[in-house]
């Protein structure tokens, strides 16, 4: 973090989300993973921000469904669309 300072900068990780049978949802892993930008609320870093924002990625068609649900695991607030804003990291 302090190598980063107010600048913006992000950390992603590709992976493969696991299957979701209750949603008939399953895991790509060329499109699945998750993204934390630092002192942005923007996936294009057009927005800054005095936090840092986790976005989920899944799926090369976007399935919102999917990425709010496993956004609100990782600890989303309702209407996030897939974000999970990280105030202390």
């Known amino acids: 973090m ?3 300072g107010r600048e913006i900068a992000s ?5 493969r989300w696991p299957d979701d049978a209750e949603t008939d949802s ?6 699945d993973g998750v993204e934390v930008l630092f002192n942005c609320d923007d996936v294009n870093w057009l927005q800054p921000a005095d936090h840092h924002t986790a976005f989920v990625h899944v799926d090369k068609w976007g399935d919102l469904p999917r990425a709010d649900k496993l956004a609100a695991y990782l600890g989303s607030t309702p209407g996030r669309k897939g974000r999970v804003s990280i ?3």
């Open 26 to 31: 399953y895991g790509v892993a060329k499109y």
């Open 2 to 4: 302090e190598a980063v």
């Open 11 to 15: 950390i992603g990780r590709h992976g």
């Open 87 to 89: 105030v202390d990291l």
